[in-house]
């Protein structure tokens, strides 16, 4: 069985401040992991993904997520963050059986100038 | 350009009147499926198809149903709305089941009165 959890419904940043968006995950098999990221009143764009290479992955944007096997966790991180990374972000974890997405209830990030 | 492309993008009827939501894609992918989008829930898959002709229920596919005529097209069809069905859906597809690179439509919000 395969699941993400996502710490937080609602994150809130000062404008240039370290983003943290957490997500810890469950799987019986070595997983693929996702990062996605919805802007208002817009579809789903990949913003990182885990496949079993590097465990520090680099996305879009500035942002980077490492995947912890003994944590099983994969947090999405940013240096600093910027007025327009206000969105919502979805962590996901891929049944390879199904190719279906098993995705976190979500996180809201609010970028304060 | 490679999209998903859904229509319509916002859409308000009244329960029991019949309707479909279209999904289209560019990218010749044999994998396609809907999800529902709902607060602090994620996203939910309704259906998946694996190639033409061929579909199954994903963990919400109550009040649903869909056909995989061509390989382009992936149409929800809701036979007979009720206000619980009231959400923001989206259709994705990718190359092939297994695939990890997932592209999502721009949604579709349905209200049901």
């Known amino acids: 069985a395969q699941s993400v959890t996502q710490l937080g419904s609602h994150v809130s940043v000062s404008e240039g401040a370290l983003v943290l968006l957490r997500c810890n995950y469950s799987?019986?098999?070595?997983?693929?992991l996702f990062w996605y990221v919805q802007y208002p009143n817009q579809g789903l764009q990949l913003l990182l993904k885990?496949?079993?290479?590097?465990?520090l992955v680099k996305g879009i944007n500035g942002f980077e997520a490492e995947f912890k096997k003994s944590e099983t966790s994969f947090h999405l991180t940013k240096p600093s963050a910027h007025m327009s990374d206000a969105a919502e972000y979805f962590c996901?974890?891929?049944?390879?059986?199904?190719?279906?997405?098993?995705f976190g209830s979500g996180t809201k990030l609010n970028v304060k100038p | 350009e490679a999209q998903v492309t859904q229509n319509p993008r916002y859409l308000i009827t009244v329960t029991g009147k019949k309707l479909t939501v279209t999904c289209s894609q560019n990218?010749?992918?044999?994998?396609m499926s809907w999800y529902r989008q709902d607060p602090g829930l994620g996203l939910r898959q309704i259906y998946y198809?694996?190639?033409?002709?061929?579909?199954d229920k994903g963990d919400v596919p109550e009040g649903y149903k869909v056909s995989r005529k061509e390989k382009r097209n992936f149409p929800l069809i809701l036979e007979s709305p009720s206000p619980n069905q009231t959400s923001l859906y989206f259709c994705a597809s990718s190359l092939s089941q297994g695939d990890t690179e997932a592209f999502f439509g721009q949604g579709t919000r349905l209200t049901v009165v």
């Open positions: 990218m010749n992918h044999e994998y």
């Open positions: 198809s694996m190639n033409v002709e061929v579909t």
């Open positions: 996901a974890v891929i049944s390879y059986i199904f190719n279906k997405f098993f």
């Open positions: 799987s019986s098999v070595p997983p693929y």
């Open positions: 885990y496949t079993s290479a590097a465990t």
